[in-house]
């Protein structure tokens, strides 16, 4: 039996079922046409936070920041970097906290930049803090064995 997993597109939302084995060759949305995974984190609004969060059955790593803190944008480029080795098995997002106040305050964001790992729609880790994507990369792998 072929195992297969719910996966949200970042670009339309639709929620796709991809075989588990074809994670890696590049699945598109069966609604959109567009590819399921650039190997960048997708921005995270209210509006679809919640979606990535219920649908997605693989890990979900989000960051978040604002565009006034200095931390955050030392650790953007970390993030992507990171995202281009952690897709497709994670998907990544980012919030802006300053946009997105109210998902900041529902999930008790008190310090940025802040990391939270969610597994089956509920979260697994939190870090704060800065880290370079190396560091990143071994936070996720050592919260997901």
Do not use: Y
Not at 14 to 37: D, W
Request: hydrophobic share 40%; charged share 20%; glycine share 8%.
């Amino acid at each position: 039996m072929v195992s297969s997993l719910h996966v949200v597109c970042p670009h339309c939302t639709a929620v796709n079922r991809i075989p588990e084995e074809r994670l890696t060759a590049g699945p598109k949305c069966g609604k959109c046409g567009r590819l399921l995974f650039a190997g960048k984190p997708i921005d995270l609004s209210q509006a679809n936070f919640q979606k990535h969060l219920q649908k997605n059955e693989i890990p979900f790593l989000v960051d978040f920041w604002a565009p006034w803190c200095g931390p955050c944008k030392m650790m953007g480029p970390a993030f992507a970097e990171a995202a281009t080795q952690l897709e497709p098995r994670l998907r990544l997002g980012k919030v802006n906290t300053e946009v997105e106040q109210n998902l900041g305050a529902e999930l008790n964001i008190r310090s940025i930049p802040t990391m939270v790992l969610f597994l089956n729609g509920v979260e697994k880790a939190r870090q704060s803090g800065a880290m370079n994507s190396a560091g990143i990369i071994q936070w996720v792998q050592g919260h997901l064995r």
